[in-house]
């Protein structure tokens, strides 16, 4: 067979498998469309919270300083679009690959079971910046002397891509590393250290006299996410803390991708065997 013909059967079997990748994403977009409304309800209701108690309720009765809450902003957006997509991503895993055996649907495409794995992370990523996204007019209502740049915007979402992105790689580990009857105790083990880690209530160089806190909080992949997005977003001042710089930010996000990315499409890689 000629060179011309064998690489040209390549390009279309490439082709044909990445079309099938984009349609078996933009079914999972559809039916989120179609359950927007308890989508949104899962993804307001702990931020809103986050922000009404320790934002306003705080503030008004003088337990936090003038500027937290604009401190306090872009770390809850991040939290957001870390948690939304690390838990859209995980919990449907191990459901699928224990009661409800949908996966095996998805198996059967003609793709790599490995893109089929990417599919579940990068599904998961859009699920997170659609919930990230949310937060922002809800925080700028909510809070008082809060702005957000919309010259920004482009790379705020960028960050907030990468931010769904790492998070729904660790959703990947997660739930094809962990039982689905052991799922419940996973989650419970992990969102609430990842939460309270990952800087969103404060900034990361404020824990200099907390030196082991701060330590423990650069294992976070969370922490790179919420400092870049206050990096981005705070204008620089006497009394406006410093950030990580967004190179070390963009580069530790990057790794955390690809370590819990492969850690994670192994994971899906063993279980669809089983």
């Known amino acids: 067979m000629p060179d011309s013909k064998r690489r040209g059967g390549r ?22 469309g179609r359950e927007m409304g308890p989508f949104l309800g899962q993804v307001i209701v702990e931020p809103f919270f986050m922000l009404f108690v320790f934002g306003k ?81 809800i925080g700028l209502a909510l809070l008082d002397d ?43 083990m992990t969102l609430t250290p990842i939460m309270f880690t990952g800087a969103t209530q404060f900034p990361w160089r404020s824990l200099e006299t907390v030196r082991w806190f701060q330590v423990l909080c650069t294992f976070n992949p969370l922490t790179y996410v919420t400092e870049a997005m206050r990096g981005l977003l705070l204008t620089p001042g006497p009394k406006t803390p410093e950030s990580i710089p967004l190179w070390i930010c963009f580069s530790a996000i990057g790794a955390a991708i690809l370590v819990f990315g492969t850690i994670g499409i192994r994971g899906f890689n063993r279980r669809a065997q089983d």
Do not use: Y
């Open 11 to 32: 390009h279309r079997r490439r082709a044909n498998r990445w079309r099938t990748f984009f349609f078996i994403l933009w079914r999972d977009i559809f039916v989120t």
């Open 57 to 137: 309720v705080l503030g008004e009765i003088g337990f936090t300083q003038p500027g937290f809450q604009q401190v306090l902003l872009p770390g809850v957006v991040a939290l957001n679009s870390f948690l939304v997509a690390l838990q859209n991503t995980a919990l449907p895993l191990a459901i699928d690959f224990s009661w409800t055996k949908e996966i095996e649907d998805r198996l059967l495409a003609p793709i790599p079971v490995s893109l089929v794995a990417v599919e579940k992370a990068v599904f998961g990523a859009m699920r997170g910046l659609i919930g990230s996204l949310v937060m922002i007019p």
């Open 146 to 188: 809060v702005s957000w740049p919309l010259d920004k915007m482009p790379v705020t979402l960028g960050i907030l891509s990468l931010g769904g992105l790492v998070g729904g790689c660790v959703g990947l580990t997660l739930g094809t590393l962990a039982p689905a009857r052991h799922i419940s105790i996973v989650f419970a």
